[in-house]
């Protein structure tokens, strides 16, 4: 059967795709189970996901797994995800490293259950030499969060006489965000139908091209990655210029 993974043009991969993972607690209730029957099984789609952005070459895979809002929900549901994210992070670093995979996280990680922020750390020392694919979850992750964070940081060296306010620029800000060592990504999935941006690297998204799928992120398997990059690989990014600019390089 002929995958829509050989219609990819490799010389026109995105090098960063980020991914908002949407629509587990539906998917569950759909099957008349808990929400975090759902969670559970959006762990297969995160494996779906990885495998197929590396096996294509893509540099930087960025998922959204939790965020700042997210604290809000019951907090059954939260410990559940804790406890969830903990079991995948341990489990997965075997096959991190035997992918050559490198594990990253942004967001406000000192909020996280003390275990949970213990095990992140080592599994990303444990994968930090790898370099075939960057994996960055974003846990406890708020765009405003971010953006403030770097706010602040731009403030207090200001107020030290380490920054003049003129050479506050874009690269100086972007230094200050989480993601200061990873490329703005260049293709945005959501799942679950929902076309919302719900507070993910605004700043970063600036250029981004959006991409919506109906499914549920528990059935969201590498088909449907593929979709996804064939559907960026048919737009045409123009930053602001003319067609005829674009056509002409
Ligand atoms: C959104 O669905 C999903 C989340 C808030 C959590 C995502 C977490 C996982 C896929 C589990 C493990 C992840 C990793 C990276 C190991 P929702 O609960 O908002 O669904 P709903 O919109 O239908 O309520």
Redesign the pocket.
Same mark, same amino acid.
């Given at each position: 059967m002929s995958s829509l993974k050989d219609n990819i043009n490799p010389d026109k991969l995105p090098k960063h795709v980020a991914i908002i993972?949407? /629509?587990? /607690?539906?998917?569950?209730?759909q099957k008349g189970k808990h +929400?975090i029957f /759902?969670?559970?099984n /959006?762990?297969t789609?995160?494996r779906e996901a990885a495998e197929a952005a590396a096996e294509l070459g893509i540099s930087y895979l960025t !998922?959204?797994? #939790?965020?700042t809002e997210?604290w809000s +929900?019951p907090k059954t549901?939260v410990n559940a !995800?804790m406890s @969830? @994210?903990l079991q995948?992070?341990k489990d997965?670093v075997v096959t991190m490293n035997n992918n050559n995979i490198r594990l990253n996280a942004i967001g406000d990680l000192e909020n996280l259950p003390p275990r949970n922020y213990k095990h992140l750390l080592k599994a990303i020392e444990q994968t930090s030499k790898n370099d075939r694919m960057t994996l960055t !979850?974003a846990l406890s992750y708020s765009s405003r969060w971010e953006i403030l964070q770097a706010v602040r940081q731009i403030g207090e060296k200001v107020k030290n006489g380490s920054l003049r306010p003129e050479e506050i620029d874009q690269q100086v800000f972007e230094k200050h965000l989480t993601t200061n060592n990873i490329p703005d990504p260049e293709l945005l999935i959501r799942t679950?139908g929902?076309y919302r941006i719900s507070n993910f690297m605004l700043w970063q998204i600036a250029y981004s091209e959006l991409y919506f799928s109906p499914k #549920?992120?528990?059935d969201f398997r590498k088909e449907d990655l593929y979709e996804a990059i064939l559907d960026y690989q048919c737009r045409e990014r123009r930053f602001g210029k003319t067609s005829e600019q674009i056509l002409k390089k």
């Open positions: 993972m949407d /629509g587990n /607690g539906r998917w569950a209730k +929400r /759902g969670h559970k /959006g762990v789609s995160v !998922l959204y797994a #939790f965020s997210n +929900r549901e !995800l @969830l @994210l995948t992070i997965e !979850l679950s929902e #549920f992120w528990p």
